[in-house]
T-cell receptor, first 115, second 113 residues
């Protein structure tokens, strides 16, 4: 099955600086890579995703990059704000060829924005 | 914005008892999922459901677990004989045409005592 590794487990940055979280995956057939943000006690919320036919995707202060050769993808948050403080999870699906694929999640990165 | 609704928000049960966790997915969605998250840990896939049958399940989803879509709107997870280690937050999710574009419900916190 798919194996997703996520680093770092904790990331502390000054408000206004950039944050980068990295993930690697094992299944070379995986074709979809989402990032979720989870605030304390709340549900995971999709913040950005990328498909394997694209190398980079940006949405305002958030961007995701994908390197299929190296099997890694990264989340970039620029101009960080206090409300960015949360746990961020990357995920990837195993390729099953149809139906509803489950996602394998990374262990999460606790992002702390220092004022 | 449409939501995935889960009930109850918190369930406390005695070890060995059966529990049913309920979910109402977004009405025009086609793919349904259950995930769990043990406190402080990552989100783990349990099972996916499409076209009225289980599409995929993880090794966590053993014989004590079952899922049903009894009436075209509800999607339930049954745990037959709960164990202490089943204590976790259980999230339901659904997605539409793009099968990975999940919307998660707000979760049911299950506490087994």
């Amino acid at each position: 099955g798919e194996n997703v590794e996520q680093h770092p487990s904790t990331l502390s940055v000054q408000e206004g600086d950039s944050a980068v979280i990295k993930c690697t995956y094992s299944d070379s057939a995986s074709n979809y890579f989402p990032w979720y943000k989870q605030e304390l006690g709340k549900r995971p919320q999709l913040i950005i995703d990328i498909r394997s036919n694209v190398g980079e995707k940006k949405d305002q202060r958030i961007a995701v990059t994908l390197n299929k050769t190296a099997k890694h993808f990264s989340l970039h948050i620029t101009e960080t704000q206090p409300e960015d403080s949360a746990v961020y999870f990357c995920a990837a699906p195993p390729y099953s060829g149809g139906g509803a694929d489950g996602l394998t999640f990374g262990k999460g990165t606790h992002l702390i924005i220092q004022p | 914005e449409p939501e995935v609704t889960q009930t109850p928000s918190h369930q406390v049960t005695q070890m060995g008892q059966e529990v049913i966790l309920r979910c109402v997915p977004i009405s025009n969605h086609l793919y349904f999922y259950w995930y769990r998250q043990i406190l402080g840990q990552k989100v783990e896939f349990l099972v996916s459901f499409y076209n009225n049958e289980i599409s995929e399940k993880s090794e966590i989803f053993d014989d004590q677990f079952s899922v049903e879509r009894p009436d075209g709107s509800n999607f339930t997870l049954k745990i037959r004989s709960t164990k202490l280690e089943d204590s976790a937050m259980y999230f339901c999710a659904s997605s539409g045409q793009g099968k990975y574009g999940y919307t998660f419900g707000s979760g049911t916190r299950l506490t087994v005592v």
